[in-house]
């Protein structure tokens, strides 16, 4: 079973930097072989995208609202994508997941596996 594991979530101050990480497993599995994404979701609203990178790595793609304080990466040989957060806001505060599709988009619905999230809470 293919297997999408979310960490590095937590507290931290408006203004700090946060590092998630997204661990891919599964006896056949590889992200080499998927564009990866990151989404987040806030209570009451509406899961929405935040960054997406090509398979190769060649090719990113932000949210306007996290462009120039968000960084995505993969390390393909240790199976995992990241992504760096820096100069936090509030607004950023929700539960973070990572998903994998075959293609570079932005919609969720074109990913074919998601892990269960990580919390990231951005206080005032």
């Known amino acids: 079973q293919v297997q999408l594991v979310e960490s590095g979530g937590g507290l931290v101050q408006a203004g700090g930097s946060l590092r998630l990480s997204c661990a891919a497993s599964g006896r056949t599995f590889s992200i080499s072989s998927y564009a990866m994404g990151w989404f987040r979701q806030a209570p009451g609203k509406e899961r929405e995208f935040v960054a997406a990178?090509?398979?190769?790595?060649?090719?990113?793609y932000y949210a306007d609202s996290v462009k120039g304080r968000f960084t995505i990466s993969r390390d393909n040989a240790k199976n995992t994508v990241y992504l760096q957060m820096n100069s936090l806001k509030p607004e950023d505060t929700a539960v973070y997941y990572c998903?994998?599709?075959?293609?570079?988009?932005?919609?969720?619905?074109?990913?074919?596996?998601w892990g269960q999230g990580t919390q990231v809470t951005v206080s005032s």
């Open positions: 998903a994998a599709g075959g293609v570079l988009t932005g919609t969720a619905q074109m990913y074919n596996y």
């Open positions: 990178i090509s398979w190769s790595g060649g090719t990113t």
